[in-house]
């Protein structure tokens, strides 16, 4: 696997992506963990998400699946707030009002809270 530069950040990325947006739908969970673990054993270190991705079922699938085995170390994740996730006027946008309980909520579904 290749790695590169995130920016000037200093992390180490992978080349390739996991992108999850059908985890805790179509792709049920016992998929979605060998998923996960052939990526990772292919050197894939970041892992894609969001916190519209089936009303946020992916992002808990995704936190079971890290939480095993101490993989959430082995990885980096990212995850969207931008999209609504319901109907009042601040629950969409990059407003700090929706980022900050955007991430707040991914990270609980995420298990890294």
Do not use: W
């Amino acid at each position: 696997m290749q790695y590169r530069r995130l920016g000037r950040s200093g992390l180490m990325v992978s080349g390739l992506t996991l992108g999850t947006m059908n985890f805790g739908g179509p792709t049920d969970d016992a998929t979605a963990f060998k998923m996960i673990d052939m990526a990772l054993d292919q050197g894939i270190n970041i892992l894609d998400c969001a916190n519209v991705y089936r009303d946020g079922a992916s992002e808990k699938v995704l936190g079971k699946a890290l939480a095993r085995d101490g993989k959430r170390e082995k990885v980096l994740l990212t995850s969207k707030a931008f999209l609504p996730t319901g109907t009042a006027p601040n629950t969409s946008g990059n407003n700090r009002h929706n980022l900050i309980n955007s991430c707040l909520a991914s990270l609980k579904r995420l298990q890294c809270d």
